[in-house]
């Protein structure tokens, strides 16, 4: 099968729903004539025009809101924030408006719009580009959030979102751009609300998304020289979350631990251990424990950065302390 | 001047006087909760704002928009329940006074966060550009918008992307209790329009012929020539910023003052002098009208609350693609944890 990295694979997806749907259309910062800033939308000003891919200025309340009022009436936006950490310049829209419009009108009005662009740290670009954005969003009924983690994943989930009628949150991962991955010529979907395994195990459970999947993975691989199994399963949308495949999981290998990228304090992750406790309390040998980022805005040098990020060791760790082993 | 629309126009506005006015005192009664904030006295901008376009464009507003929906909708019973919290209102009891919707009639809704609706009016103008549809949108927000970020972005786009938005402002002096020279360090919210730069124009808010024929200019340059446009309408609020609010930081010679420029009897005024109805014939509307607020009261009043197994109805949008459009092409296993 070939390979495509995960840009790629989103791109991909753009333009096949472009070519599907004329009323779907891609509007942010740089995304036309400077073939966006992480390049994801490559080419295609060239292959749609101006008309279908709309540089906009760097204005996040005001392009949000006018993708807003365009799905009100029917178009499908994809609006690009160059990053998640400028979403909070429209909060307000997507809070206020996108999650609520539906619900406040008794129902009159879809709003099929998809919100994307990267999240989460790079490298070294401090505290205020390089938030975890995940929980506050899926906090918010009426919004769906949406996390992948390879590029296989990432296409069929972007076209999944498009053609969803609801207002979708879909974070990227910044660092996971460059990532290759085999993803099939043929045409696919993949549904949301559903998660994956990613790796099968049955003595711990971990549970991560977006790039926390692949130090998950590392951590796997290092703990099975230990003869360690670990199951590694991403839920690959955190709302709606896939439940029953997690506590199927967890009711498997009875020990389960949740890596976030955020910060602690009131994490997706805390949501995750607290449906785990009270679905699988009786299936549990060991508390669910938390890997996070530290609770702390992001430092640039790199040594504290390295300190704040979930990496193998931590979960490597984590694994081991649900296992009581050391 | 056409008779009938003049008449039209009048009994237009004394639909929103009186529905308000039985409103406040359904408030009073307890018939209704939240927030609760009248129109009463700017009544001719909406009125004549909304009847100078073509009912297929769409009109936004505010949270102060009963007199937006009536105007466009005239639903009075839907609007009346809506306020009751009942399942027969325009959002099925699940807006209330401030979120009032039809988008059948291209009423898009009454929004509470100030400003926030101004980008979304651009959003609505963009959809009919990019379909190459003549519609217009109308954008209703007070004075107090005009400081907000979300008011300049869209405002900004409007003009940059050239929408068919006619922005009006409906400048009633305050922004909740603090007078325009307070928060605005210009005495016009229109100058700021240059900037963007778009066209403005100031208008009496009082005088609904004054409003129609701006706002039908207004519109007519919006859909022939694609291009947006700022019209304020000088206007006061007779009541306090909501049901809540006794408005004691205006002199009550002001607010005479401008209650002897009622907007409705500004029109009574009119139509008295070029011989178009009389006092009798004009009380007789007023008289009908009251008798249909009372009939909005009893249905309202009648009307069931909604089931409480509708509460998750609505959060989202249940409509899944057809299943012929799914696709799913797996990958093998040891693949999925690629990238």
């Known amino acids: ?326 | 001047m056409d008779r009938d629309l003049m008449l039209s126009l009048y009994r237009d506005m004394i639909c929103i006087r009186r529905f308000e006015e039985e409103a406040a005192r359904a408030y009073t009664r307890g018939k209704m909760g939240g927030f609760l904030h009248l129109y009463i006295g700017e009544e001719a901008v909406a009125v004549g704002a909304i009847s100078a376009v073509e009912p297929t464009d769409y009109i936004v507003a505010t949270y102060r928009e009963h007199a937006h929906y009536l105007a466009r909708v005239g639903d009075m019973k839907a609007a009346m329940a809506e306020l009751f919290g009942k399942a027969t209102g325009c959002s099925k009891g699940r807006g209330g006074s401030m979120h009032f919707f039809d988008m059948k009639k291209r009423f898009m809704g009454g929004h509470a966060i100030v400003g926030g609706h101004v980008p979304i009016a651009a959003g609505i103008a963009f959809a009919s550009k990019y379909r190459g549809e003549p519609d217009v949108t109308l954008c209703f927000f007070g004075d107090g918008t005009a400081n907000m970020g979300a008011f300049h972005e869209g405002m900004s786009l409007a003009a940059l992307w050239k929408l068919p938005v006619v922005f009006i402002c409906e400048n009633n002096l305050y922004s909740m209790g603090t007078p325009l020279y307070r928060t605005l360090a210009v005495e016009d919210v229109a100058v700021r329009a240059e900037g963007y730069p778009m066209a403005q124009e100031i208008i009496n808010g009082d005088d609904v012929l004054e409003v129609r024929e701006a706002v039908r200019r207004a519109a007519k340059r919006a859909r022939t020539e694609s291009l947006p446009i700022l019209v304020e309408a000088k206007t006061y609020r007779f009541r306090g910023h909501s049901m809540s609010d006794p408005a004691k930081y205006r002199t009550k010679e002001e607010v005479e003052e401008w209650m002897n420029r009622d907007p409705i009897r500004i029109l009574a005024q009119r139509i008295y002098e070029l011989g178009v109805a009389n006092e009798a014939q004009l009380k007789a509307i007023d008289d009908e009208v009251k008798q249909e607020v009372a009939e909005a009261v009893k249905f309202a009043d009648e009307s069931p609350v909604p089931d409480p197994a509708t509460l998750y109805d609505d959060v989202y949008s249940e409509t899944e693609p057809r299943q012929d459009e799914e696709k799913v092409v797996p990958l093998p296993r040891r693949a999925r944890a690629g990238g």
């Open chain 1, 1 to 326: 099968m070939r390979e495509l990295t995960y840009r790629e694979a989103l791109r991909e997806a753009m333009a096949e729903e472009m070519e599907r749907d004329e009323r779907v259309f891609l509007m942010g910062e740089e995304v036309g004539h400077y073939n966006g800033a992480y390049k994801v939308s490559e080419g295609l000003l060239d292959r749609f025009g101006e008309r279908r891919v709309v540089d906009t200025p760097i204005a996040e309340t005001g392009f949000s809101g006018v993708g807003i009022g365009a799905a009100m009436v029917g178009l499908r936006p994809i609006i690009e924030f160059m990053t998640w950490n400028f979403s909070l310049c429209a909060y307000d829209q997507l809070v206020n408006n996108a999650a609520k419009l539906r619900y406040m009108s008794g129902g009159q009005i879809s709003l099929p719009i998809v919100f994307r662009g990267p999240g989460g740290a790079a490298h070294q670009l401090a505290a205020q580009h390089s938030q975890v954005v995940e929980n506050l969003y899926a906090y918010v009924p009426g919004l769906k959030v949406i996390t992948p983690s390879t590029p296989y994943d990432a296409k069929g989930l972007l076209k999944s979102a498009i053609r969803d009628d609801n207002p979708i949150v879909f974070i990227e991962g910044e660092v996971l751009y460059g990532r290759k991955g085999q993803v099939p010529e043929e045409e696919y979907t993949i549904p949301l609300g559903k998660g994956d395994v990613k790796r099968e195990g049955k003595d711990v459970t971990i549970i991560a998304w977006s790039k926390m999947v692949h130090v998950a993975l590392e951590a796997a691989t290092a703990l099975a020289k230990d003869g360690i199994e670990v199951e590694v399963l991403d839920p690959r949308t955190i709302r709606p979350l896939d439940e029953a495949l997690i506590l199927r999981s967890v009711k498997k290998t009875n020990r389960c631990v949740i890596v976030e990228e955020g910060w602690p304090f009131a994490g997706a992750g805390a949501e995750l251990c607290y449906r785990i406790t009270n679905g699988a309390f009786d299936y549990l040998d060991a508390p669910a424990v938390r890997v996070t980022g530290e609770d702390v805005p992001m430092p640039y040098a790199k040594n504290l950065e390295h300190l704040v990020l979930p990496g193998v060791e931590k979960v490597v760790t984590a694994v081991k302390s649900v296992l009581y082993r050391s």
